[in-house]
C-alpha cells in the first residue's frame, strides 16, 4: 500500500480537484483505492457524497475513526463513480475532537498504522491549506506528498513553506515521504516557466493544464468527460504511481 497525502498551505491552489480526479484515474487501474478526507472544510466529501443525507456522514467519519469511536471499515462508504473507490468522510466537527487529539502523539502513529492494515492497494488524504493537528496527521502517514502548484509566488511560498512544515516534523517520523510539486491548473507556457523556477525541486514528470472541464465537474460533482485531454493527463499523472 502507498498512502499519498495532497497538502498545500495555500487555499484555492486545488488540493481537491487533484485529490479526486487523481483517485479516479488510479481506481480505473483496476487498483482498489481509499480516499480520506481530513480536511473540516470536507469540499471533497461534498463532491463524492453530495447526494448522502448529511446527519447521516455526521454519525461515522473520519473522526469516529481517529477518537476509536468506530473501526475505519464502519466509516468507509460506496462512491458513485466507481467500485474499486471508497471514501471516508469529513464534516467540520473533526474540529472538535483534533485539540484532545492533538495531546495524544500516538495517534499520529496509530493512523498510519490502522490505515495500513486496509486492503486497499493506496491512500489518499486530502489536507487543509493550514499547519496543525490534521496535516501533520496526513504527513506522518504518508509515503509520497503531492503539492500543487501554479505560477505564482504564493502557492510557489505554499511550496516552501510546506517543505519547511515536513522538515519540522520529520525527526519523529519513521521515514520521510517523498515529496513533489505538480504543475497544476497551469496553461504549458506557465508549465515550462514554472518547472525552470522549481530546478532542483522533486516535480512530478506530468502536469495538469488549465480546463474549464475541471472546474465544471468539480462544481457539479460529477467526473471528467472520457477521454479529455484533462482525463488523460490525469491518467498519465497516475501512471507515475507504482501500485
Known sequence: MKIISVCSLKGGAGKTSLSVFLSLALSKGKKKILICDVDPNNNLTDF??????????????????LTG?????????DVP???????IPCTVSLHTATHDLSRSPGSLL????????????????????????ELSLALHA???????????RWTVQAYTALESELELISDGMERRPLFYAVPFLVTEREELILRRSLNGTPVMENSVHRSAGIRSAI???????????????????????SL
Open 48 to 65: 463524492f457524497l453530495r447526494n448522502t443525507d448529511a446527519e447521516e456522514i455526521e454519525k461515522r467519519n473520519i473522526k469516529h475513526f
Open 69 to 77: 469511536e468506530l473501526s475505519a471499515e464502519k466509516c468507509i462508504y
Open 81 to 87: 463513480f466507481s467500485d474499486e473507490l471508497k471514501i
Open 110 to 133: 496509530r493512523f498510519s498504522s490502522l490505515l495500513r492494515r486496509l486492503p486497499f492497494d493506496a491512500v489518499i488524504l486530502d489536507t487543509p491549506p493550514f499547519p496543525g493537528y
Open 142 to 152: 504518508s509515503d509520497i506528498v503531492l503539492s500543487p502548484v501554479a505560477l505564482s
Open 219 to 241: 462544481e457539479k460533482g460529477i467526473t471528467l468527460k472520457s477521454e479529455s485531454k484533462s482525463e488523460q493527463e490525469f491518467m498519465k499523472l497516475a501512471g507515475e504511481f
